[in-house]
């Protein structure tokens, strides 16, 4: 779907080995819905073009970091290191006994077949990425074709952008008709403040259109400085405080693509408790928004 450029040298670090265990007690069904599988490449190899090449960073870790963290289901978002190759994602959903779901990425030649497979072992939208290291603005006119092809699965579609993408695709975003999900908090930079067009832009996106979602995560992408990420705080509560019903959290497991600090794992959960710290809003977004979204 993106035209993304050769440089498989280019590596990323791996996750922090050694999470903190959060003090905040996720509530039961808690969901991150945001989080990847790579590899292992022995089993599922990287695609020859792709923009960065990952550690391996298997379920099992996955798994292992969940239940560290207090994570009963997870959605997993299928990476551009793997291409259009859904394997890797689709293996890590068989194995969780539909705790897990995923987002796929496709190519305009998929086939009516292919999306029907993708949608019994647990698939539920596909991902754009906008965003220029990772391959810039996507074909158009494929992505208005695959976005009219997956709304009868009753999928949604995940945009993930660059900050100004938010005011210079806003036609874009206004003539799609299924719900859709912009990640990370449209990777707004903190250090430009709440006030930023970007920023307002988005707010007014979600306060008008109700097919708008938002993941109010990847706060190390947001912020200008180092963890635990808290300039990365009045974006997300204000996101919240517009309307907590179609707002998802995720912890982006296993950060690819991180140059500045890497996160620790369990501090993200002790960061979602000071952006939320009401237990009934904590519930609605990490347990009754993503059941809604993946599990309906």
């Not at 050694?18 to 996720?26: E, G, I």
């Not at 990365?232 to 690819?256: E, K």
Request: net charge neutral; proline share 10%.
């Amino acid at each position: 779907m993106n035209a993304i450029v050769k440089n498989p040298l280019k590596t990323c670090p791996p996750p922090d080995p050694d999470p903190v265990t959060p003090t905040l007690v996720l509530p039961p069904g808690a969901c991150d819905a945001h989080c990847h599988v790579f590899g292992p490449a022995s089993r599922f190899p990287y695609a020859a073009e792709r923009s960065y090449t990952p550690p391996d960073a298997p379920v099992e870790n996955l798994r292992w970091l969940h239940a560290k963290l207090g994570v009963s289901r997870a959605v997993i978002v299928h990476a551009s290191c793997h291409g259009t190759d859904m394997e890797v994602t689709l293996d890590a959903i068989a194995s969780s006994q539909v705790r897990y779901r995923g987002v796929a990425c496709v190519e305009d030649r998929v086939t009516d077949r292919e999306l029907e497979r993708l949608h019994t072992g647990g698939i539920r939208g596909i991902r754009f990425n906008f965003v220029k290291h990772l391959g810039g603005v996507p074909d158009l006119s494929v992505f208005h074709r695959l976005v009219a092809r997956v709304k009868p699965l009753g999928w949604h579609v995940v945009l993930h952008f660059d900050a100004d993408d938010i005011v210079s695709q806003a036609d874009l975003l206004g003539r799609i008709d299924v719900p859709f999900i912009i990640d990370h908090m449209g990777r707004v930079k903190a250090a430009d403040g709440i006030e930023q067009p970007p920023f307002q832009s988005l707010l007014a996106l979600y306060r008008n259109n109700p097919l708008a979602w938002i993941k109010i995560c990847g706060a190390e992408r947001v912020s200008s400085g180092k963890r635990p990420f808290l300039d990365s705080v009045p974006f997300a509560q204000a996101l919240i405080g517009a309307d907590p019903s179609r707002i998802l959290w995720g912890t982006d497991w296993p950060h690819p693509n991180i140059s500045k600090d890497m996160p620790n794992d369990g501090e993200l959960v002790n960061l979602f408790a000071k952006i939320c710290p009401d237990p009934a809003l904590q519930r609605r977004i990490l347990v009754d928004n993503p059941t809604r979204m993946y599990w309906s």
